[in-house]
């Protein structure tokens, strides 16, 4: 029989609920059951706490004048919060009714786990990203979601946003799903190369990983000429429209400015079925305008990033079937960056919309910086970027937005992303950031995501019921984004070596000898013993007494948690395995006690 992992008490809602822990090895959000009329309900326990009803005075007693430490009984409670169960029509729902006193619950198992929970994605149509925190279930999440309902990933700097991020690249590259990559730092040319780190290595058998390299799906594309085996990215810069122009200025023009610029295109198309950004320039010269001065120093800063050009790489080139293409910025002047972002999200967007291109994944690093948050300053990116947010998924270009500055980045980019990958974050700001954007989380979820490990990570939305703790998974490719060691062999962590002062007190601790060592029975068993004694009930399993006492409290209006403790102090002093029935209190009104005085 499935032994309880603990016992229902207290006051008792249908959304949460206290229980006695029983089963002394679950830890905070470990999976629990409870069974409900409505169903099987599934829960997460939120916290854990030891408590003993021993006084100060008792606690200092049990040291003696030798000071020699003794050991201490005590009681494991803990919360839980319902998840809740699927219908017959496989919706999500929590009870309406409060669960019952003196109810047993369970540890979850992993199909009630995943079915509630939804992790219903597979191998076939899911990327794998790592595995439920505290349990060997594998997550999927569903790639069609992704693309079609754009993703996130935030965290703190050296949390692994880069490394998650890097992992669900793997997993498109093995569904032949096409990637753009906008890559500040240049950390993702490292894609086509197997991962050799020997931490990594040591952990993947664990998740069912093997080193990997996707070399021959990988291009590396850089605004800057003659950057190792990169291909120099240049974008259309023929027949530009006017408000083509104004999105890629850092300078705003006056009404004056932009009549200036109207005219000078509208006078070139007249003539010319083809033109440059510098016809443009030449048009402007010869206008008669004042305000043609500032139009002319913005166009020649524009033509001077060098990334117009009569033939530039077409989308056809950047977006293929299994191909991954790195835009590597790292060493271009951040100006120049946004302007590139802002072009190439804009042909790209325009070709996906006009089919010429096959659905994608768009990834923006450091998103921040392109797609700021209004107040945290401007880019010219910011506009295009917030059109794919909110109108990509009709198109089939999906985006994925990593930065560890939440609170910097668009909240309209944010809000419109459906899948969150959430690793540790400490900063305040941020952290209300990310709970005022993503739906489902609380500031009680907030408070967990500052204590999350690295590697560990929040994933919320997507195919998921309810946000989960997920391990994420070891890259089978090199990661680009290690941090650089400043000095040899300082980069783990050296082993603490306790003081000779510890040592013997943790020898003195193994020393101790315990007054009791024999398990304490459960109090569910001492109330079990202590009503058959008595005869009030003649079951035969301690849930079964609990339910019929819990009711039996209730129709007399006492409060079954303190009338099923006063029975166990009951048993625990007088109504052991050997009963002190002479001493006992009920022992006039106990068959057992009868029956033994009568012998």
């Not at 003993?52 to 050991?71: H, M, N, Q």
């Not at 349990?135 to 998650?164: E, F, N, R, W």
């Not at 921040?368 to 948050?373: G, I, V």
Request: net charge positive; aromatic share 6%.
């Amino acid at each position: 029989m499935l032994e309880p992992a603990g016992l229902i008490y207290g006051d008792v809602g249908s959304t949460r609920f206290s229980f006695i822990v029983e089963d002394k090895s679950i830890q905070r959000f470990d999976y629990i059951s409870v069974y409900h009329k409505e169903g099987t309900v599934l829960a997460q326990v939120m916290d854990i706490k030891r408590y003993s009803d021993l006084s100060y005075e008792s606690i200092r007693a049990l040291y003696g004048k030798d000071k020699t430490p003794k050991y201490v009984e005590s009681d494991l409670s803990a919360k839980a919060e319902v998840i809740g169960y699927r219908d017959e029509r496989g919706l999500l729902q929590t009870p309406r009714t409060p669960f019952e006193i003196g109810q047993p619950v369970y540890r979850a198992n992993e199909s009630l786990i995943r079915h509630v929970l939804g992790l219903h994605a597979d191998e076939k149509g899911g990327a794998y990203i790592g595995l439920l925190k505290g349990h060997d279930i594998p997550v999927y999440l569903s790639i069609d979601t992704m693309v079609q309902k754009h993703v996130c990933i935030l965290a703190k700097t050296g949390a692994g946003k880069s490394y998650a991020c890097g992992v669900i690249v793997e997993e498109l590259l093995k569904k032949k799903i096409p990637v753009v990559i906008i890559d500040t730092h240049g950390e993702y040319v490292s894609l086509s190369e197997p991962n050799k780190n020997e931490k990594d290595l040591k952990h993947m058998d664990r998740f069912k990983v093997k080193p990997r390299g996707y070399a021959s799906q990988v291009m590396e594309f850089s605004p800057l000429q003659k950057r190792g085996r990169s291909v120099r990215l240049t974008l259309n810069g023929t027949n530009l429209e006017a408000r083509e122009i104004l999105d890629l200025l850092h300078s705003k023009l006056t009404g004056p400015q932009i009549g200036v610029l109207y005219q000078a295109i509208k006078e070139i198309k007249e003539f010319k079925e083809n033109y440059t950004l510098r016809d443009i320039i030449e048009r402007v010269s010869a206008s008669k305008s004042g305000a043609k001065w500032n139009v002319i120093t913005a166009l020649d800063a524009l033509d001077s990033t060098g990334i117009l050009s009569e033939k530039g790489v077409p989308p056809q080139e950047l977006v293929k079937k299994g191909r991954c293409s790195v835009i590597n910025l790292k060493g271009v002047p951040p100006d120049i960056q946004e302007v590139v972002v802002a072009r190439l999200t804009k042909e790209l967007f325009d070709a996906r919309k006009a089919g010429i291109i096959p659905p994608f994944m768009y990834v923006v690093e450091e998103a921040h910086n392109y797609c700021p948050e209004r107040g945290f300053g401007n880019a010219v990116s910011s506009s295009i970027l917030r059109t794919v947010a909110s109108e990509g998924r009709k198109f089939g270009m999906g985006l994925c937005v990593v930065s560890q500055r939440p609170a910097k980045v668009d909240k309209n980019v944010i809000s419109q992303c459906n899948t969150h990958i959430i690793l540790k974050v400490t900063n305040p700001n941020d952290l209300r950031a990310i709970v005022q954007s993503v739906e489902g989380l609380t500031t009680d979820t907030a408070d967990e995501i500052q204590r999350l490990q690295v590697g560990v990570a929040l994933v919320a939305g997507g195919n998921l019921a309810k946000p989960i703790m997920v391990e994420i998974r070891v890259r089978e490719t090199s990661h680009g984004g290690r941090s650089v060691t400043i000095i040899s062999g300082e980069e783990s962590v050296p082993s603490y070596k306790p003081s000779r002062e510890e040592r013997m007190i943790a020898v003195a601790q193994e020393r101790i000898t315990p007054v009791k060592r024999e398990r304490k029975p459960r109090k569910a068993e001492i109330v079990h013993r202590v009503a058959n004694r008595l005869g009030w009930v003649t079951t035969s399993t301690p849930d079964e007494t609990i339910t019929i006492l819990s009711n039996e409290a209730k129709k007399m209006g006492e409060d079954p948690f303190k009338y099923l403790q006063t029975l166990a102090k009951l048993g625990e002093k007088f109504c052991r395995e050997e009963p002190d029935c002479r001493r006992c209190p009920m022992r006039e009104r106990c068959r057992y006690a009868l029956r033994k005085m009568m012998v």
